[in-house]
């Protein structure tokens, strides 16, 4: 019997413990308000690409989505998160940006009856980025990416807000145009609860993509504080209050289009910046601080560089 215990503890030394499959589940956030968040990981076929936040709101007349996961096996569990909650089924999901798990779960949502809404611009970029994010994920996801079917919303709506009601409840959808082009939040005034989608990190560091805009991203968070939300759930992380959104992200933004980018402005040497600004305290026990913010500080600093 010793050695078959011994056996089995070094079998699992050598294997590691098994990994579990990430199940979302839903937790109440203001009046017909929930909020389902993801692990803060990379993408994996545990977690079915759902490394981020979403949210849904029951109202009267059906379910409204807001995002719908990076793959079909991740909308299929947002559904049975949701379906612990209600047996609504979801009549609407709204998008707010076009990164793989804000979208890629519509046509699964679709099948089942619910119309897909987002902004043009919105829409327009999923279509642009489709094929680019099926093939990033066939190598995160590998054979969970099965019977996944891009599928940009259908129903936009034109400029950069636009008013949605259902059921009693009424959305107000923000363009923040940030993350990727044409990204948006959701803003529900009853409640005082923004869905920010990709503008808003918390527990992680926020992550500046070669096609993100920092100066967007500034801009459309002071509109975000101007709302004075009472919850606000992120992108990614924790359901917070504004305090932490600004201490997590709206500070970081800051940093980035303000200290950075006057020292692009000012012609500064980037290598000299880039140096300075190495090691920033008050952002550094954040999740993936140590592998993103150099390549957010380069990306902003360019940006700055390129359009004074």
Same mark, same amino acid.
């Not at 990164?99 to 519509?106: A, C, E, M, S, Y």
């Not at 801009?219 to 997590?248: K, S």
């Given at each position: 019997m010793r050695k078959l215990l011994l056996f089995v503890a070094a079998l699992i030394a050598l294997t590691g413990p098994a990994r579990a499959d990430y199940l979302?589940? +839903?937790?109440? /956030?203001?009046? @017909?308000?929930?909020?389902?968040v993801g692990p803060l990981a990379q993408r994996s076929p545990d977690n079915d690409g759902l490394n981020a936040s979403f949210a849904f709101v029951v109202t009267d007349q059906g379910v409204i989505l807001?995002?719908?996961?990076?793959?079909?096996?991740?909308? #299929?569990?947002?559904? &049975?998160?949701?379906?612990?909650?209600?047996?609504?089924?979801?009549r609407w999901v709204i998008n707010t940006g076009s *990164? %793989? !798990?804000?979208?890629?779960?519509?046509d699964f949502f679709a099948e089942r009856g619910a119309d897909v809404l987002a902004l043009t611009r919105t829409a327009a970029?999923?279509?642009?980025?489709?094929e680019q994010h099926?093939?990033?994920?066939q190598k995160l996801l590998g054979a969970r990416l099965a019977g996944t079917q891009p599928?940009?919303?259908? !129903?936009?709506?034109?400029?950069?807000?636009?008013?949605?009601?259902?059921?009693?409840?009424?959305? #107000?959808?923000? #363009?923040?145009?940030?993350h990727f082009p044409g990204d948006a939040m959701v803003w529900l005034p009853r409640q005082k609860v923004a869905v920010t989608g990709d503008l808003v990190f918390v527990d992680r560091l926020l992550g500046v993509l070669?096609?993100?805009?920092?100066? @967007?991203?500034?801009? &459309?968070?002071? +509109?975000?504080?101007?709302?004075?939300? =009472?919850?606000?759930?992120?992108? !990614?992380?924790? /359901?917070? %209050?504004?305090? *932490?959104?600004?201490?997590?992200?709206?500070?970081?933004?800051?940093?980035?289009?303000?200290?950075?980018?006057?020292? =692009?402005?000012?012609?500064e040497p980037m290598s000299d910046t880039l140096a300075k600004y190495a090691d920033l305290p008050q952002f550094r026990d954040l999740e @993936?601080?140590?592998?993103? !913010?150099?390549?957010?500080? @380069?990306?902003?600093?360019?940006?700055f560089e390129a359009a004074p």
């Open positions: 979302p589940v +839903a937790e109440p /956030v203001a009046d @017909n308000v929930w909020a389902m807001i995002d719908s996961g990076a793959s079909r096996k991740g909308a #299929e569990k947002l559904a &049975a998160a949701i379906r612990k909650v209600t047996p609504k089924p979801v *990164q %793989d !798990h804000r979208w890629l779960g519509n970029t999923q279509a642009q980025y489709a099926m093939l990033g994920l599928m940009p919303a259908r !129903h936009t709506s034109a400029g950069d807000r636009a008013t949605l009601t259902l059921g009693g409840e009424t959305l #107000e959808l923000i #363009e923040t145009d940030a070669p096609m993100s805009s920092v100066r @967007n991203g500034q801009r &459309a968070f002071q +509109a975000l504080a101007a709302l004075q939300p =009472a919850r606000i759930v992120p992108g !990614h992380g924790r /359901v917070c %209050d504004l305090a *932490q959104a600004q201490r997590e992200t709206g500070d970081y933004y800051d940093f980035l289009a303000g200290t950075l980018g006057r020292a =692009a402005q000012d012609m @993936n601080y140590a592998g993103l !913010h150099k390549a957010n500080m @380069n990306r902003a600093f360019t940006e």
